[in-house]
Structures are given as structure tokens and as C-alpha cells.
């Protein structure tokens, strides 16, 4: 079995991904502060979270774009 449960993941009002939906304007607004590193790093982790964990969509960016809050501060600090 492939399901998120098997896995070991059981996140509350996880469902499968959507494949289009419009972004939330917070977190498009809180994308464009992101330098490109720092943007490949959210993608990243949303998608992880997204096809890995089963998270939906939206969820996943948000959950990720705390992680580079936590990892770079807020307004992110550009790391060389």
C-alpha cells in the first residue's frame, strides 16, 4: 500500500493533491521576499510534504514557508 497511513504519516485533514489552485495572496506576497535559493528550498519542502506526508496543496506551502521562516528569519536574511 501506498497511502500516507501506511507510511507511517496520519495528518489530520490530509487529502490528496489538487493539481491547480489559485495560491493564497499572503503567501504570494511572502514568496516574492524570497531570494532564489531560499525559493527552491520552499518548493522543495511543499512538495515533499505534499506527495510524501499526503498533505494538501496549500497546506504544504504554508508548512513550508515556515520552515524557511524558521530557518532564515522574517524578512528572510539572504545567506551567501
Known amino acids: 500500500p501506498t497511502d500516507s497511513a501506511s507510511r507511517g504519516f496520519c495528518f489530520y485533514g490530509a487529502s490528496m493533491p489538487q493539481s491547480s ?3 493564497h495572496p499572503v503567501v504570494l ?5 524570497l ?4 525559493r527552491e ?3 522543495e519542502r511543499a512538495g515533499i510534504l505534499e506527495y ?7 497546506f ?5 514557508l515556515l520552515e524557511v521562516i524558521r530557518l532564515y ?8
Open 21 to 23: 489552485y489559485p495560491q
Open 60 to 64: 504544504a506551502e504554508a508548512l513550508a
Open 52 to 58: 510524501d506526508a499526503g498533505l494538501d496543496r496549500p
Open 41 to 43: 528550498f520552499y518548493e
Open 73 to 80: 528569519g522574517w524578512p528572510p536574511k539572504h545567506k551567501i
Open 35 to 38: 531570494d532564489g535559493k531560499q
Open 29 to 33: 506576497q511572502m514568496l516574492s521576499s
